[in-house]
């Protein structure tokens, strides 16, 4: 296989192995092929990997148009029976539309192969789980990182739900195609990878502060490509091929580092929950919600503020009434953001209930925070990067990097910041900052 960087990131495909932080770990995902013209070796990779046809092949008019096409003629020249299926308009990721899919499969179908970006992997995947059948993954865009993950992320009943299924058995991703992708989505891919060094800070003082396993393989795992995605940002404007190539890779191997933690921790924290309150209050405020990963990129400079914020404050600045009050400050903002999105009341008490506990469990939470706020500290440094170099990066890529260009005011924004920690049982460095009293005082929303 094709990796223009780290050859043991590659020879953990397909394997399963024990790991330092005490886990088995197993990646599914057997074959990851990212360079130019890689769409001639769909058949070839079919064959490696065992797969026959007849093949469903998924794809909307877009991508039909930059790489569907080319998929089903490869195909069909090897003699692999087809049956294509595009999706008219533009499709979104829905529940509904991605059972409707499975329904329709024929019968004498082998295997699945998704041509698309996010909406499209996610809709085939979904499909191909639903069948019980291997699905391999044609990337059109490096756009975001569920190529190689093991979860779907559909809407159902209003909701964005993450589903669990089974991973690709390959990836290919044709450089060709990716470099011409439009530019809002190679930006959205840096967005989305940019988060690594503030989400994986989160699932470190989760596991310290919650005791949750934490694994360093998904943060070292694509740090050498860093330097290209992250050094040389600029050049994703110009399309350069190995910048491009970079971050597809960064891409397709931080799916693959959620698939190895079981959870999506490696690749989604703080950033990622004010990333989703935006997305489900979009339809409220009445505004379009932007590419994901554009969401993230600005949720990371945020998050990445708190983190300094953090850093910059003794534990002898935290007032011990925050401590003592925090089942009531919860229950208020709580109570303010189920207002704020009435139409996932129900789901965001649920996962609020599950995240805090009682009130004696949300007290002790809070003093073992207080407690090991210094080591919190240590822990957290080591993943960082400071909030003006996320900025300057994405800035560098012609991304865009403040609330109002994606049509949020600053008070809807600090809302997302002060409330979001709220939506889902999930430990960041938000949680941190509510037990001290500190997500109250930068917000200045009770
Ligand atoms: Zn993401
Ligand atoms: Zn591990």
């Known amino acids: 296989m094709s990796s223009l960087f780290s050859r043991e990131r590659v020879a953990l495909l397909g394997t399963r192995f024990s790991c330092e932080c005490g886990a088995m770990h197993e990646v599914p995902v057997r074959e990851v092929v990212i360079e130019a013209g890689a769409i001639s070796r769909v058949a070839e990779v079919m064959q490696r990997q065992q797969l026959s046809g007849p093949i469903f092949l998924l794809f909307d008019e877009i991508t039909h148009h930059v790489a569907g096409e080319r998929v089903a003629s490869v195909l069909g020249s090897a003699g692999i029976k087809v049956h294509a299926r595009v999706l008219p308009g533009r499709p979104k990721a829905?529940?509904?539309i991605a059972e409707a899919i499975a329904a329709a499969v024929p019968a004498d179908t082998a295997a699945f192969i998704s041509c698309g970006s996010g909406t499209i992997t996610d809709l085939c995947k979904w499909a191909a789980y639903r069948k019980g059948l291997p699905q391999i993954a044609v990337a059109t865009a490096p756009s975001?990182?569920?190529?190689?993950?093991g979860i779907a992320a559909l809407t159902r009943d209003g909701l964005k739900a993450t589903m669990p299924i089974t991973p690709a058995v390959a990836v290919i991703a044709d450089l060709d195609v990716l470099a011409?992708?439009?530019?809002?989505?190679?930006?959205?891919?840096?967005?989305?990878?940019?988060?690594?060094?503030v989400c994986n800070a989160d699932w470190r003082i989760a596991s310290l502060i919650r005791g949750e396993r934490f694994c360093m393989r998904p943060f070292e795992m694509i740090r050498d490509l860093e330097h290209v995605y992250i050094g040389r940002a600029h050049l994703l404007q110009q399309r350069?091929?190995?910048?491009?190539?970079?971050?597809?890779?960064?891409l397709v191997f931080a799916g693959i580092s959620m698939v190895i933690a079981g959870s999506s921790q490696p690749a989604s924290g703080a950033e990622h929950l004010i990333a989703h309150f935006l997305d489900m209050r979009a339809a409220i405020d009445g505004r379009e919600p932007d590419f994901h990963g554009v969401e993230v990129g600005i949720g990371t400079i945020a998050s990445a503020a708190i983190y300094e914020e953090f850093l910059r404050t003794s534990v002898d600045a935290i007032e011990r009434s925050s401590i003592e009050s925090i089942w009531e400050r919860g229950d208020a903002a709580l109570a303010r953001c189920c207002d704020l999105l009435p139409h996932a009341a129900d789901a965001i008490k649920e996962a609020f209930a599950k995240k805090r506990g009682n009130s004696v469990a949300a007290i002790a939470e809070a003093e073992k925070i207080i407690d090991m706020w210094t080591d919190i500290k240590a822990s957290a440094r080591s993943f960082l990067k400071p909030a003006s170099e996320i900025e300057s990066v994405l800035k560098s890529a012609g991304a865009k990097t403040s609330p109002a260009e994606i049509g949020v005011s600053r008070d809807s924004f600090l809302d997302a910041i002060a409330l979001s920690f709220c939506v889902r049982n999930r430990f960041t460095i938000l949680d941190v900052a509510f037990a001290a009293g500190m997500l109250d005082r930068w917000t200045g929303v009770r």
Request: hydrophobic share 45%; net charge negative.
């Open 144 to 149: 975001m990182n569920g190529y190689a993950s």
């Open 180 to 197: 011409n992708a439009p530019m809002e989505m190679i930006r959205a891919g840096l967005g989305d990878i940019l988060s690594k060094p």
């Open 94 to 96: 829905e529940y509904a």
């Open 240 to 250: 350069d091929p190995q910048a491009i190539a970079a971050l597809t890779e960064a």
